[in-house]
């Protein structure tokens, strides 16, 4: 989002304020001094009080201007600012609540450096301050409290008491949403100040935005106010120069996943990769919100509709969440050591097969093949093959899991008898750690990973937006999603027939658990049916959706929600613009000579808008 902001802003136009953390501040700010007047007397009088406050550029793409205030150099003034809170708003927080005690530091601290910088503005500019999820919360209470002259918005990604209530297998979250009594849930799970807090934001800002259709439905019930605009996450979508090049890649990518199935599965290596499909989830380890146990019912079923059918297809389907775990399974290493030996063992004997293939050659004769291989070739190609037999089943699980007996996964997977035995159709790899490339076992990055699957899988009962089905789009993989999703509302909503652009939206809001699953399986025993053509075709007709999902296109919604906070403060000097449908410009609009100004001196011809991002 960054780069496209300032791009629309200018990057003098643009701030982006947080707490200072000095480990990743080493690496990921270039500190500096403001060349601005007016940031420079605004930071000179917090420090001059005691505050450390740091100002650079932020080493990510489009190098915003970025304000970090170190909340332990204010430590001293928590209990007047939290005595401040109560008295002002009524919101306590108990004593060992930490979060919440560096929440009203960085609130305080925002709200002290928001009342400084509009004043030395002098009303000069025009200030919108956008503000993002509860955390952030204390800074915008105080700021419609003290009536600065700001324009504010505030989003909410996800209500913290949703996710709390989802956490909750058996309160059935969106059917009774418009019911609950949400300050009785809140006091019985210990989180009512936060609460009070989350709701107290959603109120004092201008502007209230939400993610999602289906997290909009969810704030409106639980912080009791309706949400004004829906500001979808977007990716930083790359298109590639050539159509190809991105199936090229998931070539490679396969490749990779392939090296690891065949020492994973070593000894029980009877199917055919050409015919093996790859199937995953990832996400955190939440088994119902994320889905996870939609995921592998249906693959049991998938598991016995593709053996009644004689299919030669295979499925090996992962699950990439991470669970607390000792160590790498033993199996599994042993699987990709075994791998790593046929490979030298191989090579070593393409080596002098080459070689004396070149010799014949250069002779004039004609290989003789009856002696390309020695003795001593044969004997350490059956000694590869006997060391790779064996008589245990392949391991569900790369590593060993801490309390195995009560893990969701494993115990789903008891229970539906998917053990990776020879006759099952569908194999299983649960690995309970997030990828990287210094993996033993499997060495390649999330993205890499995604590359080489043929098919997402995240039929989410709780998912306010839902990046990994995105992220499959714009890597040109198809994935199945639910109507539970933003991300799933928000395909349905804007692409007729998703299932022929590879995006399958699970129907889960008016349908019950069996249905689901029923629907999810007949999907993959129709993606299982495609030939290899059939898949290209699809892969190729989901990457045209990644424009949808690019921060070009959806930063425009940012806009209009800063427009209209700032027509909300200044009517008379902005539009609203819903009042006017000519008047809905593009983010390039903003630094337009047709908009009204607010200065002092109608000489100066400076930006007319400073947004800060909270």
């Not at 009512?192 to 107290?200: G, P, S």
């Not at 790359?238 to 199936?247: C, I």
């Not at 699809?538 to 045209?544: A, D, G, K, S, V």
């Amino acid at each position: 989002k960054v780069p496209q902001t300032v791009k629309s802003l200018g990057v003098e136009n643009y701030m982006c304020l947080g707490p200072y953390d000095e480990r990743t501040a080493r690496t990921d700010v270039e500190e500096a001094e403001p060349e601005s007047k007016v940031l420079q007397d605004t930071l000179k009088s917090m420090r001059d009080r005691g505050v450390k406050v740091v100002f650079g550029r932020w080493l990510t793409p489009g190098a915003p201007m970025v304000v970090l205030f170190d909340i332990e150099s204010a430590r001293d003034r928590l209990d007047e600012w939290r005595k401040d809170l109560w008295s002002t708003v009524r919101i306590g927080f108990p004593d060992d609540d930490k979060e919440c005690k560096n929440a009203v530091l960085f609130g305080y601290l925002v709200n002290w450096f928001i009342g400084e910088y509009i004043f030395h503005l002098n009303n000069t500019r025009a200030v919108v301050a956008h503000f993002h999820e509860w955390l952030a919360g204390v800074g915008l209470v105080l700021t419609s409290i003290r009536k600065l002259n700001v324009a504010t918005v505030f989003t909410t990604h996800a209500t913290l008491l949703g996710r709390y209530l989802c956490a909750d297998k058996d309160c059935d979250f969106y059917n009774n949403l418009p019911y609950f009594d949400m300050d009785k849930e809140a006091g019985n799970r210990g989180i009512y100040h936060r609460y009070c807090l989350e709701r107290a934001s959603a109120h004092s800002a201008h502007v209230f935005t939400t993610v999602s259709q289906i997290t909009a439905y969810e704030a409106t019930n639980i912080l009791k106010r309706e949400v004004d605009y829906i500001l979808p996450n977007g990716l930083n979508v790359v298109k590639f120069s050539a159509w190809h090049e991105f199936q090229n890649r998931h070539a490679k990518s396969k490749e990779k996943i392939n090296d690891f199935v065949k020492g994973h599965f070593y000894g029980h290596m009877d199917f055919d990769l050409d015919k093996t499909l790859y199937f995953f989830t990832a996400g955190r380890y939440e088994f119902i919100n994320k889905g996870a146990d939609l995921y592998l019912e249906s693959l049991a079923r998938l598991n016995h509709e593709l053996q009644a059918e004689g299919s030669d297809v295979t499925v090996v389907a992962f699950i990439i969440m991470p669970a607390k775990t000792t160590n790498f399974n033993v199996e599994a290493l042993q699987g990709q050591a075994v791998m790593k030996r046929m490979k030298d063992t191989v090579n070593d004997i393409q080596k002098k097969i080459s070689t004396k293939m070149l010799d014949s050659v250069v002779k004039g004769d004609l290989p003789d093949l009856a002696q390309m291989f020695d003795n001593e070739d044969v004997i350490a190609l059956k000694r590869d093959i006997l060391s790779a037999q064996r008589d245990t089943l392949p391991p569900v699980t790369t590593h060993n899991i801490v309390d195995d007996k009560d893990d969701d996964v494993l115990n789903c997977l008891r229970r539906i008898k998917l053990f990776n035995n020879k006759h099952d159709r569908v194999k299983v790899v649960f690995h309970p750690q997030f990828l990287n490339s210094s993996s033993p076992l499997l060495p390649m990055e999330y993205e890499e990973f995604v590359r080489g699957c043929h098919l997402g899988v995240f039929p989410s009962y709780y998912e306010p937006w839902g990046y990994t089905p995105a992220e499959c789009t714009v890597l040109g993989v198809p994935s199945m999603t639910s109507d539970l999703s933003g991300f799933g509302l928000f395909i349905r909503e804007r692409v007729e027939e998703p299932n022929s652009y590879g995006i399958y939206v699970i129907d889960r809001r008016f349908k019950g658990y069996e249905d689901s699953i029923t629907q999810m399986k007949d999907h993959m025993l129709e993606f299982c049916h495609l030939n290899r053509r059939g898949r290209i075709n699809l892969r190729n007709r989901t990457e045209r959706l990644s424009d949808l999902l690019g921060w070009s296109e959806l930063e425009e919604r940012y806009l209009t929600a800063r427009l209209k906070a700032l027509s909300i403060v200044w009517p008379e000097e902005f539009q609203d613009p819903e009042d006017n449908s000519a008047f809905k410009q593009r983010a390039s609009a903003l630094n337009s000579p047709k908009l009204p100004r607010l200065q002092s001196n109608p000489a100066d011809d400076g930006p007319t808008l400073a947004s800060l991002a909270i």
